[in-house]
């Protein structure tokens, strides 16, 4: 599931063209809130592709008992204050998702943990494979 793909610089400069000041980053909604909401949402839907077997859109989950059934919200508490996130859901109400349980609020050193694997050398796609893999 990995593939070696690394944090581009032209990536960087997309990612900071309206840098102008450190709340473009760290504010309410700043680059780095808005990146982990992003980087939370897709690894819970890459959880319930793994719950479920099959890719979204796939022909493979047509008829398989069980299939996605939207999103539901929910707010958690990061080191950066409140974030709203989507939980993505299915028919069965079987999917329990792991990086963020049923009923977990705080969502304390995620920021730690992401940097630590990107110190290691992790790539962007490793990481997103090792939080599926959680």
Partial sequence: ???DTTITPELLDQ???NYSKPENLTGEN???KQL???L???ALGAELTEHL????????GRGSGNSRNGTSSKTILTEDGEIEITVPRDRAGSFEPQLTAKGQTRFDG???????LYARGMTVREIQGHLAEL
């Fill in 53 to 60: 077997g099959y890719e979204k859109g796939d022909p493979a």
């Fill in 15 to 17: 990612l900071l063209a």
């Fill in 1 to 3: 599931m990995t593939t």
């Fill in 40 to 42: 939370i949402e897709r």
């Fill in 110 to 116: 995620f920021d730690d943990k992401i940097l630590s």
């Fill in 36 to 38: 982990k909401k992003a």
């Fill in 30 to 32: 700043g680059l780095f």
